[in-house]
């Protein structure tokens, strides 16, 4: 059955009580703000570094790795303290892609930090290389399986990175969703896709399907960007994983309703949550302004229900991609 029609068959919810799903608010207040570690937690959309200057411009030599460095393991180390043992660096290829770097921050933080294979079409295709326009799906799926299979500078990707623009999806989009599927279907790798709305999240999974790909195997990234939380949960009662990531304190009620409104409806063990925190802004003095990763345990975490917070970034990462 595909997944559009397994859709239609409809299936029963869990429900949260309307006095419970009111009380969470409280329940932060209780806890006071102060945060606490979660231990073996997994923080799925963040970033190390990232070079936005485009990829007609991007090359080597642009920062040194060693400034990086100074800049990004005091983050790393704290982030560490609150338990994190992995994160998933979501810089793509031709925006900063540094596994050789990851690796070293590895070495001296203890942290695992995942690197990625694929190609990123957000941004109005600034990102995707020329070469690649000239290349078909199957074309692209082998170099993305090449990378898996070969790794990227002496290390495995974990996941595949891609990126559409809003809906309808246009030919180069299409292509970059199919490859995605294709390179999945051959690794099993996840692909986490940069998607600004829900009728492109929609649109991707029809590939997906088409492909014969398990729609599990897909996350639909800045999902917090769709206003329209009927969306969000047709895409998780599809069996997709829905990432609000982008947690900040400006954003913080926004991202509480989102996932307060998944776990109403008894979708919280489709929902993924990360900060899209960092990073080393190639290009302006000293890296720019560095956001660390802990406001999640801080002040994220506490104002919900305390119980969540192993599904949440212990249990649905590495259901979604892996240990």
């Known amino acids: ?28 207040r209780l806890a006071g703000g102060s945060g606490y570690p979660v231990p073996g937690s997994v923080l799925v959309h963040e970033h190390v570094l990232v070079d936005f200057i485009g990829a007609d411009q991007i090359q080597p030599g642009r920062y040194d790795p060693e400034d990086v460095i100074r800049v990004a393991v005091p983050k790393l180390q704290e982030l560490k303290r609150w338990g994190a043992c992995r994160l998933l660096e979501c810089t793509p290829a031709w925006l900063g892609r540094d596994p050789r770097l990851l690796r070293r921050l590895e070495e001296i933080t203890g942290l695992e930090l995942w690197t990625n294979t694929g190609i990123y079409g957000a941004g109005n295709h600034r990102y995707v290389p020329s070469f690649v326009r000239n290349l078909s799906a199957e074309q692209l799926a082998r170099l993305y399986i090449r990378e898996f299979e070969q790794g990227v500078e002496g290390v495995k990707p974990r996941f595949i990175k891609t990126g559409v623009n809003r809906a309808p999806l246009n030919e180069l989009d299409r292509k970059l969703i199919r490859a995605a599927a294709l390179a999945c279907r051959e690794t099993g790798l996840t692909i986490a896709s940069h998607t600004p709305d829900g009728p492109a999240a929609m649109e991707q999974l029809e590939w997906i399907d088409r492909e014969q790909v398990p729609v599990n195997k897909f996350v639909w990234v800045h999902a917090q960007n769709e206003r329209d939380h009927g969306y969000h949960r047709k895409v998780a009662e ?56 802990t406001f999640i345990y801080t002040d994220f975490l506490p104002r919900l229900e305390q119980g969540w917070a192993e599904q949440l970034l212990v249990v649905n990462p590495r259901r979604a991609f892996g240990t």
């Open 238 to 293: 599809l069996g997709a994983w829905v990432e609000f990531d982008g947690i900040s304190e400006k954003s913080l009620d926004w991202h509480l309703e989102c996932v307060r409104v998944m776990a109403q409806a008894g979708l919280l063990h489709r929902t993924l949550i990360s900060q899209d925190a960092g990073w080393y802004h190639v290009g302006e003095p000293g890296g720019g302004n560095y956001r660390g990763y």
């Open 1 to 28: 059955m595909g997944f559009m029609a397994e859709a239609k068959s409809g299936h029963s919810m869990r429900s949260l009580s309307r006095r419970q799903f009111l009380l969470f608010p409280l329940a932060g």
